[in-house]
């Protein structure tokens, strides 16, 4: 079965640095990979999407890398902020199906 | 900005009652999702949903589940006999056309006693 697997469970940084989370797959080639955002008690919130034949996004702070053959994608947090701490999620499917998701990192970024 | 809402916040119940779960997709979206997640765990797909019928399913979605959208903007997930096992937060998501991400709601926390 698929299997989605991010690399730590929490990554504390200071602020002002990058955060770089990692997320590894196996027994699936999908055609999204999806970053998520989930605050404590709150539903998983839309980052950022990126496409099996695309290498790399951005959108403002964020960057995504998908490699597909690695089976891997990178998310990098850069100029982190005390307010991007929460738990980010990595997720893929295929087009307009269920998401699978990781158990997530829980970035904690301090002052 | 339109948003996924989702009704109640918080249900209790008693195991072996029933239950449903109200939520209002984005509204010009087409497909429509239930997820779950159990405390401490990771979220999981449930069913999806897309042109009035049930589209995906996952091993959770048993006979014990149903999904109704009723009219043009509610989408309900109904829960026949809850069990203890059943106690989680539940999340409805809505997606457009074409390649995009899904859209979560703020969840129903279902605790079952």
């Known amino acids: 079965s698929q299997k989605i697997e991010q690399n730590s469970e929490a990554l504390n940084i200071q602020e002002g640095k990058t955060a770089t989370l990692t997320c590894n797959y196996t027994?699936?080639?999908?055609?999204?990979l999806q970053w998520y955002r989930q605050d404590p008690g709150r539903g998983p919130v839309f980052l950022l999407l990126?496409?099996?034949?695309?290498k790399e996004k951005r959108k403002e702070r964020l960057k995504v890398t998908f490699d597909t053959t690695l089976k891997q994608s990178l998310f990098h947090i850069t100029a982190s902020q005390p307010a991007d701490s929460a738990t980010y999620l990595c997720?893929?499917?295929?087009?307009?199906?269920?998401?699978?998701f990781g158990k997530g990192t829980t970035l904690s970024v301090s002052s | 900005e339109p948003e996924v809402t989702q009704t109640p916040s918080h249900q209790v119940t008693q195991m072996g009652q029933e239950v449903i779960l109200r939520c209002v997709p984005i509204?010009?979206?087409?497909?429509f999702y239930w997820y779950r997640q159990i405390l401490g765990q990771k979220v999981e797909f449930l069913v999806s949903?897309?042109?009035?019928?049930?589209?995906?399913k996952s091993e959770i979605f048993d006979d014990q589940f149903s999904v109704e959208r009723p009219d043009g903007s509610n989408f309900t997930l109904k829960i026949r006999s809850t069990k203890l096992e059943d106690s989680a937060m539940y999340f409805c998501?809505?997606?457009?056309?074409?390649?995009?991400?899904?859209?979560f709601g703020p969840g129903t926390r279902l605790t079952v006693t």
């Open positions: 998501a809505s997606s457009g056309d074409g390649p995009s991400g899904q859209y």
């Open positions: 997720a893929l499917n295929q087009a307009g199906t269920a998401l699978i």
């Open positions: 990126i496409r099996e034949n695309e």
């Open positions: 027994n699936y080639s999908p055609a999204y």
């Open positions: 509204s010009n979206h087409l497909y």
């Open positions: 949903f897309y042109n009035n019928e049930i589209s995906e």
